[in-house]
Each structure stands twice: as structure tokens, then as C-alpha cells.
């Protein structure tokens, strides 16, 4: 089975940086996404990690550690436009995916 | 690239009544669809693998007889929800692989989602 956990809620201030975690225990790993999700919309693609690193994308940074099971998301510089609820979604063996319950992020003025 | 579409947006029904979506890949031809469904302040749970000219997959707990899924060509799968209940009212969004990328070959563009409410 999968078993995909992070945080429900964060709140942070414009400009700052917050960073969303996740972890994971699945059956099968082809990879760790994370979606941007705002509401009434579907979800969007932010970052796609296989291997054990860091990605950086603009103000969007995501790490992996296979051996831990575990990912997180950074946004810098944050937004107010990035207040969004954020996916962690982790790739079988068969392609599909399995979500996290995703984290609402709020920011303020 | 890699659009997918739904329709409609948005329906509402009466309980007892069927209700059709479709979802599209536009401008790549799609092997495999995914529908999954989303209850207000929760995370997609994914309900059933559509493969174009096989039956569909379905995952644990999903009443196959109740969601019909028909993937007829590359680029059209549907799902019929039957004998709507409002127990049923969320908001279904389905997904596509494009097979013929080389990078991100994991990676599943999502339709806009359908909102049902059934009444």
C-alpha cells in the first residue's frame, strides 16, 4: 500500500520562504511529484524528482532522499498568488499516482 | 503541448440519473487515462486506469457497474456515473500520459475537472 503524509496547513508572510515536507512509504517508486493545486481547479505540475538531490525552478525548489523517503518543497520569495493547496505525489511501478492529502498554504500581507 | 480537456465543467443532476464526462487529450494521443475524484478539503484519490481498447482498471472499493469507463480512441476516454446519488457529488478530474515524451515520462497532464453535484 502507500502511505504519503505532510502537513495540512502553513501559514507564512509575502516575501518569505516556507518549505513543505512529505514523506513517504510505498510500494514501488518511480519518482516523487508535486502539483500545485488552487481551488475548483485541477492540480498543476510544479517539480518531478527521481534521483536523491536538489532541484531548483525559478522561486520552486524540490529535494529528494530515496533512502529517508522523504521530499520537500521549498517556495522563496512567496506571493501572495501562492496561496494553493500543494500536492506530494509519489509514481508506482504501473505509472500510477498516489497523492498525499496536500498542504494549504496561506499568505499574508 | 500535452492539453487535456473535460466536459462539462460543471453538472447537476437529479439522484437516480446518469451522468456522462469526457475527457480529451487535444494534441497528443493518449494510451492511458486516469479518472480520479476529489471530495471537498481532501487529497485525488485515483478510481480507475483507462486503456484505449481494453477495459479499464479499477481500483479497491470502486463499484466498476457504477462508473463506466469507456476509452474508445487515443484521445477520448468517458466515465458515466450511474444511478447518481448525492453521496456522489465531487469533483472528478481525469488525467493522460503522453507516450511519446522521453523526459518526464511519468509525468500525467490533468484535464480542469468536472464539478458533479446531484440533488
Known amino acids: 500500500g502507500q502511505n504519503i503524509d505532510q502537513p495540512t496547513e502553513m501559514t507564512a508572510t509575502e516575501g518569505a520562504i516556507v518549505q513543505i515536507n512529505c514523506t513517504y512509504q510505498?510500494?514501488?517508486?518511480?519518482?516523487l511529484f508535486w502539483y500545485q493545486q488552487h481551488a475548483g481547479e485541477a492540480p498543476t505540475f510544479l517539480s518531478y524528482n527521481v534521483l536523491d538531490g536538489l532541484e531548483e525552478k525559478g522561486r520552486f525548489s524540490s529535494f529528494l532522499s530515496r533512502s529517508k523517503g522523504y521530499s520537500y518543497l521549498l517556495l522563496k520569495e512567496l506571493q501572495m498568488k501562492d496561496s494553493a493547496s500543494y500536492l506530494c505525489?509519489?509514481?508506482?511501478?504501473?505509472?500510477?499516482?498516489?497523492f498525499g492529502a496536500g498542504t494549504t498554504v496561506t499568505v499574508r500581507a | 503541448g500535452a492539453v487535456v480537456s473535460q466536459h462539462p465543467s460543471w453538472v447537476i443532476c437529479k439522484s437516480g440519473t446518469s451522468v456522462k464526462i469526457e475527457c480529451r487529450s487535444l494534441?497528443?494521443?493518449?494510451?492511458?487515462m486516469f479518472w480520479y475524484r476529489q471530495f471537498p478539503k481532501q487529497s485525488l484519490m485515483l478510481m480507475a486506469t483507462?486503456?484505449?481498447?481494453?477495459?479499464?482498471?479499477?481500483e479497491q472499493g470502486v463499484e466498476k457497474d457504477k462508473f463506466l469507463i469507456n476509452h474508445a480512441s487515443l484521445t477520448l476516454s468517458t466515465l458515466t456515473v450511474t444511478s447518481a446519488h448525492p453521496e456522489d457529488s465531487s469533483f472528478y478530474i481525469c488525467s493522460a500520459r503522453d507516450p511519446t515524451r522521453t523526459s518526464g515520462d511519468y509525468e500525467q497532464y490533468f484535464g480542469p475537472g468536472t464539478r458533479l453535484t446531484v440533488t
Open positions: 505525489a509519489v509514481v508506482s511501478n504501473d505509472y500510477k499516482l498516489s
Open positions: 494534441d497528443f494521443q493518449a494510451t492511458t
Open positions: 510505498t510500494s514501488g517508486f518511480n519518482g
Open positions: 483507462s486503456n484505449e481498447g481494453s477495459k479499464a482498471t479499477y
